[in-house]
């Protein structure tokens, strides 16, 4: 026993130093010159738990809603290390559709300059910006976005969020039948369809800047992994409620945001959709 326990207490040592020796190796490196890919995941979810498309749940305001579709665009990477040093995406490779129902779940950013990264900044949409460039020059976003039900026409452009079900009124809302036209299927459940995105009025573009819970270490060799969560229930359970019947449409079948001021408080909403649950560093991919 004495002498297994002496080989123990020797390999925990020889460890503690090679994982000592890795690390001052690492901290020696020049890394100026180099670069790395790293791979942001995007698991989505609704309150807590994960986001399962036919499934139901009923929210904080007692509607219950069955989600149908959950696509939304996320652009503009940025990402920042501790002294505040950004390191800006390219611009014109930094839009990518998040789609649950076709399972596009990751953005991939290449040519990463090497380094520690301690936080992320990114769009819900399109900017402006990007848009006035005109249909030529987003192109084939365009197209992307167009097959995965991202866009109206081009002069009325993109849907940032497509958030779309069905749903049942409160129980206690003693409102189920004041409207003689009820929406397809069970009486009581109407159809609900949240398209954010931005119109001459008002531009729904938004930014969010997260920190990360472990520094993201950008190596030739490595591919961290930033694993994310999107909760579709703030979308109108945010901090700012909407009642999704009180939406309906003069025939009572369907409650449709597409614009005015519910939108401005769904985008306001969307910032705090997302949350970093955790980054994996190394090499390969990690969706854990």
């Not at 497509?162 to 159809?191: I, K, L, Q, V």
């Not at 119109?199 to 990360?212: I, K, Q």
């Amino acid at each position: 026993m004495k002498t297994t326990f002496k080989y123990f207490a020797l390999y925990l040592t020889f460890s503690v130093l090679f994982t000592a020796c890795s690390s001052d190796d690492d901290a020696g490196q020049n890394l100026d010159g180099t670069f790395g890919d790293v791979e942001l995941y995007f698991d989505n979810g609704v309150a807590g738990d994960a986001l399962v498309l036919g499934s139901s749940y009923t929210n904080s305001n007692g509607e219950t809603l069955t989600i149908n579709r959950f696509n939304y665009i996320v652009s503009n990477f940025v990402l920042i290390k501790a002294d505040g040093t950004e390191y800006v995406y390219p611009k014109n490779d930094s839009y990518f559709v998040i789609s649950e129902e076709m399972n596009q779940v990751t953005a991939h950013l290449v040519n990463i300059p090497a380094g520690d990264y301690t936080q992320i900044k990114f769009g819900i949409g399109v900017d402006q910006q990007r848009y006035l460039e005109g249909e030529t020059a987003q192109q084939d976003f365009w197209n992307h976005a167009a097959a995965n039900n991202m866009v109206w026409t081009w002069s009325t452009g993109y849907r940032f969020i497509n958030f779309e079900g069905t749903f049942n009124p409160a129980a206690h809302s003693g409102r189920h039948d004041d409207h003689d036209h009820p929406g397809e299927g069970t009486p009581g459940m109407y159809n609900f369809q949240i398209h954010q995105g931005s119109n001459s009025a008002t531009d729904n573009y938004r930014e969010v800047t997260l920190n990360l819970p472990t520094n993201v270490r950008v190596r030739k060799d490595e591919m961290p992994n930033i694993h994310l969560i999107a909760d579709a229930n703030v979308i109108v359970d945010g901090a700012t409620k909407i009642i999704l019947y009180d939406n309906l449409n003069t025939a009572g079948t369907n409650a449709s945001i597409m614009g005015g001021a519910n939108l401005i408080t769904i985008a306001a909403n969307t910032m705090n959709m997302f949350t970093v649950d955790h980054v994996h560093n190394g090499a390969g991919n990690h969706h854990d």
